[in-house]
């Protein structure tokens, strides 16, 4: 399975920072809860590679449709795996960590003055994959 | 051998569901803790429950702990397959009669390692 074997190679990315992008994305964003504050964590790819990151993870054959709510579901998943990885890294024994359900978008969610955005992409078996972290400036009230 | 599958992804239930169908279970899926606990109630007992951590109405950890709440269920297998993959997550899983722990991502070779452990494959 490509997933089991490979994490979609993930682990071996090279990921560069890159400025926020403003097409349409199918992008699935993960609440990471951290007392005091929170982040998004956004996994992105266009149409075209959300469609081959989804097929690799399910590695589905050539003769397999997958439909928009599957393609969305294995963004999503690997939405969670990223958060995942941000979340063991930030956890601690006195700090507790939250992740929360996936959010899936068909579209850019947007930053404003009081969130900073970092973005960064890779390429991965032919696609183009964006993760995003949204941070507010300031904690939640 | 009958297994089910609880997780929230349709794309993790279809990959851990091939494996365990190649790996010769009979496998229904629960989009849920409180779908899964419906299931075995309506469907009868399975020999082994993979289980995600975080999902809508009951969290895999519930479950978990429903199950083990249950004479029932003192022989059904559960193994957590998940992206919590703190240590503190892993004795909270344990402690709460879980009885394997997989992190999210896995390599078929871990998977069937772990149902190797359970006594419920030959490797």
Redesign the interface.
Known sequence: ?V???T??G?ANAVFTPVAPPKSAFVCAYIPVMIPGGGLQIGVLADPASSRIL?AG???GGPEDELSE??IA??I??IA??V???A??AR?T?STVVT???PLIVHGWVGSNDRTEIECASASIGGATLTIVVLQSRQPLI | MRALVID?????R??LG??LKAAGFEVREAIHGRDALTQLTEHGIVDLALVDW???EMSGIEFVQAIRADQAYVDMKLMMV?????L?RVETALAAGADEYV??????DV?RDKLAMLGLVTT
Do not use: Q, W
Request: glycine letters at 10%; zero cysteines; aromatic letters at 4%.
């Open positions: 399975m997933v089991a074997e994490a979609l993930l989804a993870l399910l590695s709510g599957d579901d294995a999503g998943e969670n795996m958060a995942g990885t979340k063991a956890a024994t992740l929360g359900l | 929230d992804s349709k794309a993790m279809l990959i091939r494996f975080n999902m809508p998940t992206t919590e993959s703190e503190g992190m999210k991502p896995f390599t078929s998977l």
